[in-house]
Each structure stands twice: as C-alpha cells, then as structure tokens.
C-alpha cells in the first residue's frame, strides 16, 4: 500500500527530512534557482565563489600551495586526470583532515583508477542539481521514475522515498529487457533518466516488441554519460512518444549542463567554471572551434579541483540562445577523447562518423570498434545468423582508417559492458595507453611531421578533419 503514496507526499517527506539537515538541500536548490535566472548578474557572485575556493584550496592542500596569492584561475595550472590519480593525497584540503567523508570510486574513462572525497555541502549541492534540472526536464521529487545505472551505495528507503525504480545495466539480457519494459509500462511511470546506450537498447526492444507511445506515460527521457548517435536519439522519442532531454553530468562534479528545447546544452554556472581550451595547448579554443571541456568545481572544499580537463570535447555556442535561457551554452558536446578514433595516417576522427555508418548496416544487432596501435583496429559484431556483410564493413572502415589500416572483424556472442556499466561503441585503447603513460600516441599535424599526441600534458592536432573545419 505505501507504494502507492502520492507523490505530494514523498516530496513532502523529503523535504520534512530535509529541514533537519545542515547544509540543507533545499537552501542549494534555492541557490540554483536564482544564480541560473539572473543572467550577467550571476556572474559576480561566480567570481567572489572563486576567489574563496582559490583560497581555500592555496592555504589548505599541498598540491595548490605554491599558487598562494594567485588569484585569476589562468594562473593555475590545467589538471590531468592522469596527475589526480597519482597524487590524490595531495589534493585532499587539510581543514577536513579526520572528518568522515564520503569516498567516490571510479575507474574512469581512461582506466586509472580515481577516488574524490565530498564534503556535506558539496553532497548536498549534487543533489540540489539533480532536482533543479530534472525539474527542468519535466519531473518533480516524488514521481514514480526510473534510473539506468550502477549504485551501490543509496539505501532501500531513499528508493522509496524518491519513488526511483533502478535498472541496473550490468547485464542486459532478455529478463532485464522484459523487467525494463514492464515496469516503463505502469501508468505513474513519467520518468526516464541514466545511461543512454541501455536506454536506447531498451526503447528498440519495446518497439520491435509492438509497442506504441500510448503504452507509455513517460513524458521526458533524459540520458546521461554516453552519447546518442542521431538514430537512437530517434528510436527513443518514437518508442516512447516524448523529448529526449540531454544531460551532461559527472560522477566527479555532478549535473555539468542540461539540453534545452533549441538542442543547445545550458552550462551550470552556479556551480562551476567551464573553459574550452585549445586542443594543442592551453590557451582558449578559438572561437567556432572545438576544444577540451575544463571545470573548476566551485563546491570542492573537500578535495578542491581547480581546471580539472574532463577528457571531452566540446564547442561553444556563440550566439545568444533563442530559448531564453541567459546561462552560456555548448553547441555540441563532441565526445570523449578516449572515444576518438585515429586512422593510420594518424588523423584524428569522430567516433559517430564510424558508430553512424555501422548502425545502418542490417544484420548487425550491436558492435564495439576498438583500436589497439597506430595502425591495428578490431571490430566486434554481435550478427543475425544470416549475416554475410563481413567484407563490406571492412571495406567501409577501410575508407575511413586508410589503406595501411590493418583491421580485424570478430563476430561474438555478445559484448559485455565495462566495469562502470557503460558500453560504449568506440575504445580507442592506444590513446588511453597514451594518456596513462604520458606518451605513445602521435598525430599528424599539418606540416606532415608526426607530434606528440599527448605526451605531457599536451594535445597536439591539426588537421582534425572531423572536428574542426
Ligand atoms: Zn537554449
């Protein structure tokens, strides 16, 4: 009977809870609310925000001490992924020393394993940020809603409470798809947010199970963490008759930006300082061009993270957006380094031109592209039985990657997800190498002489056709 509860009062109930706690949820939210309204004016306050973490981070972790007195964040220096995982205890501020802290784990994108300490304000603001831009997408704390992903940490009455249905994607098979899709059907069902490439997964299965949108009540569908090729994008809105709103979130930050109905991506600045910087160095991207989405977390108390480089790629949108929404906005969020794809010329590709091109081929029901060196790539294929267009694809990749491409097609039975539950189409497991170890990769730039990928901290590019024009 209590899971019938309106959703009135779990909101409520969470709120009720809420007031009790210091820092509170609610006084975050309230935050939000008015720092992502007010325009320009906003940006003051981000400014004194700054200031304080700069100083906070100067006078209490090891690794900041030497930039005491800095004061404009161009001072500081852009923080690899790679550098955090290696010197985590010198990121860690002093003023929290001997506090019980909640402790993240990731593996990250780049398979260096990461760890990042929250402080009470900091877990508060996370959440605070769901709530605001879900509630922008559509849904209100309390509604009957689901999530595609791991968690292993929050409590069976927080599920209860939130009114949350997990779909945990570790495994995605017959059973998992049928649950899936039962429990999308229930009539109090609006709601449908996590990784994308499950949901997409997912909204294939109801439609080739017959389903039509009005068997569903969802009314917005907001994927997180992966990026949707145009199709899929599509297959979702068709399945279940509703806008598919897209999220760029973190486990290290939280809920970055969020797309808005002009398909522009609204930056949270009320919580961070977004820079794109230039692919090569780390001066600012060039305006028009794509460049390396870098965050400066205003709420890092606990483990400040100054100019941390995300891995993505991304371009700004330039012109004012017509939605009204007066925050900036990215045009496009290009996706992850580690996605990226390096043909045997040593030019850089967009992984949607191959993920693209391989989703209209029939026959194939799923894939991961992977490459391994400079020259060696390996496509696995989960296939029909009849499936006879082995020497098409190669012939189609081979277009892309260049004659000297060598490249491998395995057909399996089935491809798993990684670790983190994610399953991406593209691994480029050569510039992940690169980008633990600091060396490896090259590019062509355009002079014709090979330059270091990503040795140091450097990315050097040029030409990189796909991206930039
Ligand atoms: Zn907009």
Redesign the pocket.
């Known amino acids: 009977m209590f899971d019938n509860l309106k959703p009135s009062l779990r909101r409520k109930a969470f709120w009720a809870i809420d007031a009790f706690r210091r820092p509170s949820v609610r006084s975050q939210l309230q935050d939000l609310e008015d720092q992502l309204s007010a325009g320009p004016q906003a940006l003051a306050g981000q400014r004194e925000r700054l200031e304080s973490l700069l100083t906070h981070a100067t006078g209490s972790t090891e690794h900041y001490r030497p930039y005491r007195g800095c004061k404009e964040l161009a001072s500081f220096p852009v923080l690899q992924k790679r550098h955090l995982s290696e010197h985590t205890d010198a990121f860690q501020s002093s003023a929290f020393a001997g506090q019980p802290l909640p402790v993240m784990f990731t593996s990250g994108s780049t398979g260096m394993p990461m760890q990042f300490r929250f402080s009470p304000l900091k877990r508060c603001r996370q959440r605070a940020e769901v709530i605001y831009f879900s509630e922008l997408a559509g849904f209100k704390l309390g509604m009957r809603h689901a999530n595609v992903r791991i968690i292993r940490s929050k409590s069976v009455f927080r599920y209860w409470m939130e009114n949350q249905v997990l779909f945990d994607p570790s495994v995605i098979n017959e059973a998992w798809l049928a649950r899936a899709r039962k429990e999308l059907k229930h009539p109090a069902m609006v709601y449908l947010t996590g990784y994308a490439r499950p949901i997409s997964v997912l909204a294939s299965y109801c439609l080739h199970h017959g389903d039509r949108p009005d068997a569903f009540s969802l009314s917005s569908v907001v994927p997180t963490a992966e990026g949707l090729a145009a199709d899929e994008r599509q297959t979702i809105e068709r399945t279940f008759g509703c806008r598919v709103i897209n999220r760029y979130a973190c486990q290290e930050f939280g809920v970055l930006a969020q797309e808005?109905?002009?398909g522009?991506l609204?930056l949270n600045t009320a919580s961070y300082v977004f820079e794109l910087l230039s692919l090569e160095n780390d001066s600012p991207a060039a305006p028009g061009h794509v460049g390396r989405v870098v965050v400066t977390d205003l709420f890092s108390y606990a483990m400040p993270l100054i100019r941390y480089d995300l891995g993505d790629l991304a371009l700004l949108n330039l012109e004012p957006?017509?939605?009204?929404?007066p925050t900036p906005?990215l045009a496009e969020l290009q996706g992850r380094l580690v996605e990226m794809i390096l043909d045997s010329r040593g030019q850089m590709l967009s992984p949607f031109i191959l993920v693209n091109n391989l989703r209209e081929v029939r026959g194939i029901t799923q894939f991961r592209f992977l490459q391994r060196t400079a020259d060696r790539y390996e496509l696995l294929l989960v296939t029909a039985p009849t499936f006879q267009e082995e020497a098409r694809v190669k012939n189609l990749l081979r277009e892309y990657l260049g004659e000297k491409a060598n490249i491998f097609i395995n057909r399996v039975n089935e491809i798993p997800a990684l670790h983190s539950g994610k399953r991406p189409y593209v691994i480029n497991e050569y510039l992940k190498e690169s980008l633990r170890c600091g060396s490896g990769a090259t590019l062509q730039t355009g002079a014709g002489n090979p330059s270091p990928l990503l040795g140091g901290e450097r990315i050097l590019p040029n030409p990189f056709r796909a991206l930039n024009p």
């Open positions: 808005c109905p002009n522009k609204h957006c017509p939605c009204g929404n906005a």
